[in-house]
Structure formats: structure tokens, C-alpha cells
């Protein structure tokens, strides 16, 4: 069973950055695709950015493109988000995923609890 434990959100000013890393346990890392999703209020959940097994590919929703980037560290079975030039519409509870197969959106199979990120204008 995977477990994947985010950390990193917090309140920051428009224009700012944050870094979110999600750190996972109970499986083999480097064997699954990486996403990131957000949740705000009253909307659904949206993809954001996933990342393959091996970090060489990567994809992005178009509202963050530019903004944002995936990475991640298999020897510390982590993986990250570092969001600049933050917007308020960017305010979520950001979740990271794992999945077996593409770097894409669609259907991961395991999911963290989230962690707060607070834009102000």
C-alpha cells in the first residue's frame, strides 16, 4: 500500500512562490507516474502537473504552464512542486497521486490527504 504524506502549502502573497513535496512510502517510487491535482472551493478537482517514473516527461494543465514545475527525487522518494509567480485563483487544497502508467490526467490510484495553499491578492 502506497502512502503519500504532502507538505509544503501555506499563505503567500500574489506574485510569490511556494515548494510542495509529497513523500511516499510502502511501495517501489521509481516504478509509478507522479501527479499533483488541487481542489478549491465548491469546484472539482483539476489536474495540474504529472511527471513520468524516470522524470523525463512531464505535463501540465494550461493554467499553469509557465508557472509551475514537477520534479522529483527517486533516490528520496519524492516528489515536488515548485509554483511561482503565484494568482489567487491558484488558492487549493493541492493532493499529490501515483499511479501505474502515463505521466497524464486520469485515474491514480493512490492519493495523499492535501495540503493547503492560500493565494492573497
Known amino acids: 500500500q502506497v502512502q503519500l504524506v504532502e507538505s509544503g502549502g501555506g499563505l503567500v502573497q500574489a506574485g510569490g512562490s511556494l515548494r510542495l513535496s509529497c513523500a511516499a512510502s510502502?511501495?517501489?517510487?521509481?516504478?509509478?507516474?507522479m501527479g499533483w491535482f488541487r481542489q478549491a472551493p465548491g469546484k472539482e478537482r483539476e489536474f495540474v502537473a504529472a511527471i513520468s517514473r524516470s522524470g523525463a516527461n512531464t505535463n501540465y494543465a494550461d493554467s499553469v504552464k509557465g508557472r509551475f514545475t514537477i520534479s522529483r527525487d527517486n533516490t528520496k522518494n519524492t516528489v515536488f512542486l515548485q509554483m511561482n509567480n503565484l494568482k489567487p485563483e491558484d488558492t487549493a487544497v493541492y493532493f499529490c497521486a501515483s499511479r501505474w502508467g502515463p505521466a497524464t490526467p486520469g485515474q491514480y490510484a493512490y492519493w495523499g490527504r492535501g495540503t493547503q495553499v492560500t493565494v492573497s491578492s
Open positions: 510502502g511501495g517501489t517510487f521509481s516504478m509509478y507516474a
